[in-house]
């Protein structure tokens, strides 16, 4: 049955997702912040449980990205079917099973698969394996797509091949009831149909959901020295500069004469951080756990927390493989992004001692000697070049 067989949508109860509502007023902020693990309300399903953490520009006029947190413990009721005309989302599951049955098929989404829904698209969710909980990225504005791989050539990275799309799949029995949710404009709307949305027999095109096992990513890195910019691990970009997403796998870091965690920077885009599994190598001071988030705005100073930083200044220099048993992944956008109450407050995640306890311990790491003049450039600990260009300390 054509989906235009179906009564007019109503505007569901709105108490039932203000805390998901993009239209709220949000809060700016250029201080950095984090969030432990954010807590797993087993009484919500699927749509029910996103909540908004922060985001910049609009549905209505097709700007910008959402940053949701979901923590869910029921399946969804099975005779209904959600879709968003928002945008396209990007599920990132942290913890759980996503069993998503989709119009075009089945998509299983098991512990470190992640998975994108296109706009429009209806589906269920349940929850074969217990409580779930991941981040989950509505983007307002254009479409995930992979990067250009430029001078990597024909493959690297996530390659083509390795993601997944579902098979045809539907319901023989055509004539149940079924309700329809519907993400419209930042609100929930439902609607009812006598038929069900799952009877597509066949379908082509470019336009489906699909997942991804981040165990399959080509992880690069620098084999000479240096520390080079994360964005040679992008995952993920998109098609108007709105997002990107790099993943931090277990890696080789073999550079000589290189610190090996992050530079302290700043950054003409937000990084927002989460974590799959594991500890993250850049911050291993206890407070970035799986399940939790970062955020360092546009322009907001990071690095290392001190202690991190303390042992990598020491540390002997030999290849050595770092993110064991980890995953870690930030999100970029060039967007201010503003952030509810609820990233603010009512999560009651928000770690108010995290700019302190991170990186207030950090010490001046060299002395000026006392003989050395202002004019000149530091004597001691100065990194020179010799003729063919190798670093020298
Ligand atoms: O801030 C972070 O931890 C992410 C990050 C990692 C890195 O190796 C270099 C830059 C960067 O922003
Ligand atoms: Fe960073």
Not at 164 to 170: G, R, S, V
Not at 241 to 266: C, D, G, K, S
């Amino acid at each position: 049955m054509p989906s235009a067989h179906q009564r007019p949508f109503e505007p569901e109860p709105e108490e039932q997702f203000a805390h998901s509502r993009f239209g709220q007023k949000l809060n700016y902020t250029p201080t950095q912040l984090r969030w432990s693990p954010f807590d797993i309300d087993e009484s919500l399903d699927w749509i029910h449980s996103m909540r908004l953490l922060g985001g910049a520009g609009d549905p209505a006029t097709r700007s910008g990205v959402g940053f949701f947190i979901f923590t869910a413990g029921q399946s969804m009721d099975p005779k209904t079917a959600y879709f968003s005309a928002d945008g396209d989302l990007l599920i990132i599951l942290q913890q759980g099973v996503l069993d998503i049955r989709t119009e075009l098929g089945h998509l299983l989404v098991r512990p470190k698969e992640i998975c994108v829904i296109p706009r429009g698209i209806r589906y269920n969710v349940t929850l074969p394996d217990g409580p779930v909980r991941g981040y989950a990225f509505e983007l307002f504005q254009g479409n995930f797509t992979l990067p250009d791989l430029g001078p990597l050539g024909s493959f690297g990275l996530a390659n083509a091949r390795d993601f997944q799309i579902p098979e045809a799949a539907f319901d023989e029995d055509t004539t149940h009831e079924y309700r329809i949710v519907a993400k419209f404009n930042d609100r929930l709307f439902s609607s009812v149909q006598d038929h069900t949305p799952f009877d597509i027999v066949a379908w082509h095109g470019s336009y489906y959901p699909y997942k991804y096992d981040l165990g399959r990513f080509m992880t690069i890195g620098s084999v000479s020295y240096d520390h080079p910019d994360p964005s040679i691990f992008t995952f993920l970009t998109s098609s108007e500069q709105v997002f990107e997403m790099a993943i931090f796998p277990p890696r080789w870091l073999a550079m000589e004469n290189t610190m090996r965690p992050p530079w302290y920077h700043r950054n003409t885009m937000a990084e927002y951080m989460g974590l799959i599994e594991g500890e993250y190598d850049g911050r291993t001071d206890g407070g970035f756990r799986a399940g939790g988030a970062s955020l360092h705005t546009v322009m907001g100073a990071h690095g290392p927390d001190s202690e991190t930083h303390r042992k990598a200044s020491v540390a002997e220099l030999h290849p050595q493989k770092v993110g064991e048993g980890s995953l870690a992944f930030v999100v970029e956008t060039p967007m201010l992004l503003g952030l509810s109450d609820w990233a603010m407050k009512g999560c009651g995640k928000r770690q108010e001692n995290y700019n302190a306890q991170t990186w207030l311990g950090l010490k001046p790491h060299y002395e000026f000697p006392a003989s050395a003049k202002r004019k000149s450039t530091l004597l001691k600990d100065v990194v020179d070049m010799d003729v063919n260009g190798y670093h020298q300390s």
